[in-house]
């Protein structure tokens, strides 16, 4: 099974005192980035079976435009919210069949510890609107080698028509 963590886009800056984090939105260039992301990926022949998303408004957003890309639905999911990790994924995962492709759309720093914990240690770091993949080897228990890991100028100029 091929696993995707995609960090969400550019949002807004916390605007105290009236700072909401969960409604941030991405910003006007967090959109465009996303959906020349979704460009590249679809070029790179990404096909999720299944996207999870973060319930936060600026992981949503991103959900929303990467799913438009891959014509797969978005599920909305705690699990993926601030305090995702590796123990969260067997859930997640449980009912796809070996070969699926499964993206999760999240946040800092959990999609990099996740990411370490799968692949078995060492330092990751997931630039907003960066994407890692990882396959697993096995599901019990949970662990996946590292295939790649994007960071998003190289998607942009990958999406760039």
Partial sequence: MKLYFFRHGHAEDAQAPEFD????????KGIERIQVAGKALVRLGVKPARLFSSP???????????AECFQTPVEVREEVNFGFNIQHINPLIAAQADEDEVMFV?????????????IGGGE??????????????????????????LAPRVLDVLGES
Avoid: C, N, Y
């Avoid at 984090?21 to 006007?28: I, K, M, P, Q």
């Avoid at 936060?56 to 990467?66: E, F, G, W, Y």
């Avoid at 999240?106 to 914990?117: K, N, Q």
């Fill in 124 to 149: 990751i770091l997931m630039k907003k609107g960066g994407l890692a993949r990882v396959d697993l080897i096995s599901r019990t228990p949970l662990r996946g080698g590292l295939i790649w890991s």
């Fill in 21 to 28: 984090d969960f409604a941030r939105r991405l910003t006007d």
């Fill in 106 to 118: 999240g946040h800092e720093p959990d999609l990099s510890i996740a990411v370490s914990g799968l």
């Fill in 56 to 66: 936060r408004v600026r992981a949503h957003q991103t959900a929303d435009i990467l």
